[in-house]
């Protein structure tokens, strides 16, 4: 990190090089001419400056094309979880991760990946957050960029902290180390915040982001407004056990999404324009990342080598567990076939490979790129009232699965059923979106690929990794460690 942020503008540069998304309708800054002083002196430059950051979102990272911003955490964080399954080893890319070797690899770009990515963001959020005073303009142009800046900066540390800091343990003082807080645009060396700390700061950064955001109208979905904030508030309360908290802030940020109806589900799904969704990233065709797209590796119908002879699979065993009547049931295909996709002959056919996410053709791999949608928030919602109210959790649940099945009745679980089924209906909904890993450690899970269709080989027999060890918490890359003197390594 130290070492990536040496120089504070040429950081911002690679952020706002980039023009973001033809209907942002937003100016950026040529590459050359770009320094932080220019972002931070109109309120026009600060969300300019913003709009460069939506568009970092699914840039390709410098080590690998199987790095594409956040689409590929998405896939590495559901790869070491057991409900995405590979059939092959195609090329190779993501074999590695599946295996749960490269994350605890100081070495290794995917260790290298998100820590990197995750502290781009801040780097650029800092300036927009700590400069924003400094700009001449409307205040409720500057009051929507420092907002989203710190919402950007709220969910990196979130992010970053699940991953290389061991869990947050709800109840406890949670002084194990966690991040380095890089809260001001410089690059003098940090030492590691306790966990207990980063959440201090991601808690203050997204409620003042609320506070500044109340009255701002966000003009398509990659940019962040008040509902993203409550949605992730909602995420960090859950994580923390807060569950008064993370039930409230689901609920308001839910309101005014209508969940997609079973009619338009598949069709829809890959659309950040549809009902549900709250934040994603829509691709247009001259900001490409080719190769690098989250289509080109979760897509079924992309022709990539990876895809033609790896398309990823849901767990069997999940699987079975989806009624027939479910409109879910149809984003994955038991046979295979895909007869409705029109798939080339070259495309090999595994059982339970899915077509929930569609890319433009065989030749684009171009798609939408689900962040937050609002069927999460009614299942942090359900999750958080069945600790303390488990009739209200009942209700929240079936409202998000009646929508997606009509035959699914009103719940009578109680207790760890309860939860049980409510974790269930989070696996089938958030399948591919990149919950997986990140849910297991919260909630102290262990791995388990057995009686599914995981292959041996393919796993490297890792098919069980116990709750709690060390493989759970990622290695601090050795390039941080050699660039920054303060920071200290996790248990190998």
Known sequence: MNSTIKKI?????????????????????????????????????????????????????????????????????????????????????????????????????????????????VSNANVVINGAHLAEGPDAERDAAKGQGLLYRAFSFFQLVQFYADRYVPGANNNQLGIPLRIEANSEPLARSSVEEVYSQINADIDEAISLLDVYSKPNNSHLGLSVAHGLKARVALVQGNY???????????????????????????????????????????????????????????SSTSIRTNPMSINSALYDQIPGSDVRSKLWDPSGEHEDLGLPSNFVRYPYTNQKFIAVSTSDSRMDVPYMRAAEMYLIEAEALSYINEGQAREVLYELVSSRDPEYELSTNSGEALKEEIYLQRRIELWGEGFRFYDLKRLNKPLDRNGANHNSSLVGNLFDVPAGGKLWTWLIPRRELDSNPLVEQNPL
């Open 9 to 121: 503008c040429m950081s911002l540069m690679a952020a706002i090089a980039f023009n973001a998304c033809s209907d942002d309708h937003l100016e950026t800054f040529p590459t050359e001419q770009v320094d932080s002083e220019s972002v931070t002196s109109t309120t026009t430059n600060l969300m300019a400056a913003i709009n460069g950051i939506h568009r970092l979102l699914y840039v390709r990272q410098q080590d690998s094309q199987g790095q594409g911003g956040i689409g590929g955490t998405m896939i590495i964080t559901d790869i070491l979880g057991e409900d995405v399954v590979f059939n092959s080893t195609g090329l190779g890319w993501y074999v590695q991760e599946y295996q749960w070797n490269r994350h605890r690899d100081e070495t290794s770009s995917t260790n290298r990946y998100p820590y990197y990515f995750y502290y781009r963001l």
């Open 244 to 302: 008064s908290l993370a039930a409230q802030h689901a609920a308001i940020a839910k309101q005014g999404y209508i969940l997609m109806s079973m009619e338009n589900y598949q069709s829809e799904f890959n659309n950040y324009n549809n009902s549900e969704w709250m934040w994603g990233s829509h691709i247009v065709d001259e900001q490409s990342m080719g190769f690098a797209n989250f289509g080109a590796y979760m897509s079924r119908n992309f």
